[in-house]
């Protein structure tokens, strides 16, 4: 088996997903380190959407529950620095609550508790609306020092390839790419283009069989068979 960090972790869900759904990824990482290593931060639909409805408020409810979950996991296990796997727009939260500072009003400040994110499937590099509200503040602020405080993993699979005049599901790809690039015809997760999550500074890894949404019956990222493909860097 692979050598692997034993770091405890937090997992942030993706955009519009919730908690429950990451069991599974919990239950792929316990095979490579403690199962009470591992927390899922405490993510709604209704963090993500609001009530009533204010989705550009979204990364200020998910930070706090991250900020909830890293430092419990530091409480119990003091000393050790906590790995963050943000799935989808996850991963630009967790960016935003490690740059330390204030986005729409509030501000974390995890210090030294908090070494490492890797991210899977995210979309550094977009022009969907509500996403462009925290790649355009991570820009703002990002600095080369950032990745001297935390090292930054961005995973991503390039499984399927998106085509305009091609099959059912190269059509498919080729709209779901468009929304959040300019081009289509590019290859990535089926959700997200894989150039859009290269991130200048993190280390870039690209793996070649994983989906994007966490749906039964899918190989994504937190199966077991997509977790092998990037535990190495955990």
């Not at 490690?98 to 508790?113: A, E, I, K, T, V």
């Amino acid at each position: 088996m692979i050598a692997v960090r034993q770091n405890p972790v937090v997992i942030i869900p993706g955009v519009l997903f919730w908690d429950s759904l990451y069991t599974v990824m919990q239950d792929a990482l316990a095979e490579y380190l403690p199962r009470e290593k591992i927390a899922i931060a405490p993510v709604s639909l209704v963090d993500w959407v609001g009530f009533p409805p204010s989705p550009e408020r979204s990364t200020n409810r998910v930070m706090k529950a991250v900020d909830r979950a890293v430092r419990a996991m530091a409480r119990k296990f003091p000393g050790e620095r906590v790995t963050l796997i943000g799935h989808s727009g996850g991963g630009s939260v967790a960016m935003i609550y490690l740059l330390g500072q204030s986005f729409q009003g509030d501000r974390y400040q995890p210090g030294d508790l908090v070494g490492r994110l890797v991210a899977l499937g995210t979309p550094f590099n977009t022009h969907e609306h509500y996403a462009k509200i925290k790649t355009d503040f991570i820009f703002r602020h990002l600095s080369a020092d950032f990745f001297q405080r935390y090292s930054v993993v961005s995973v991503v699979s390039d499984k399927y390839h998106g085509k305009l005049k091609g099959s059912i599901v190269e059509k498919m790809c080729f709209q779901f790419y468009k929304n959040v690039l300019e081009d289509g015809n590019v290859a990535g997760d089926g959700i997200v283009p894989a150039k859009s999550c290269f991130l200048e500074g993190a280390e870039n890894v690209t793996i070649p069989d994983a989906e994007h949404l966490p749906t039964p019956h899918t190989r994504w990222y937190g199966t077991k068979e997509g977790v092998e493909q990037w535990i190495q860097w955990l």
